[in-house]
């Protein structure tokens, strides 16, 4: 499948900005669709992921961005958003989306997804 990703930008600290994913040659209801993020000279981090809606539409969120960053989907389209709120200059980062096959283990294992969209930057200055 083909992932893209759209929606970056620069922001000031405390604002938002909503990323988009659009993922094609996939059944969106049965994969799971990942953001991950890399800032420059940092490790890749898993930041949300979120299941098909035949396995529940779970999502989970990492540490660094829980109750700030939101997962939805577009009903009828192959579409995830990730919705950041309250940015500080610490999620400044290249961000990702990735689509993997369902499990209720891999989570933000960035091993297991197997396309990936070429990244959006994001900018959250002070």
């Known amino acids: 499948g083909q992932v893209t990703e759209s929606g970056g930008g620069v922001v000031q600290t405390g604002g938002s900005l909503r990323l988009s994913c659009t993922a094609s040659g996939v059944d969106f209801d049965d994969v799971a669709m990942g953001w991950f993020r890399q800032a420059p000279g940092k490790a890749r981090e898993g930041v949300a992921c979120?299941?098909?809606?035949?396995?529940?539409?779970?999502?989970f969120y990492a540490d660094s961005v829980k109750g700030r960053f939101t997962l939805a989907r577009e009903p009828g389209k192959n579409t995830v958003y990730l919705q950041m709120n309250t940015l500080n200059p610490d999620d400044t980062a290249v961000y990702y989306c990735?689509?993997?096959?369902?499990?209720?283990?891999?989570?933000?294992?960035?091993?297991?997804?197997?396309?990936w969209g070429k990244g959006t930057q994001v900018t959250v200055s002070s």
């Open positions: 990735a689509v993997r096959p369902w499990s209720a283990l891999w989570r933000l294992d960035p091993e297991k997804y197997t396309s």
């Open positions: 979120i299941n098909g809606k035949a396995h529940g539409g779970s999502y």
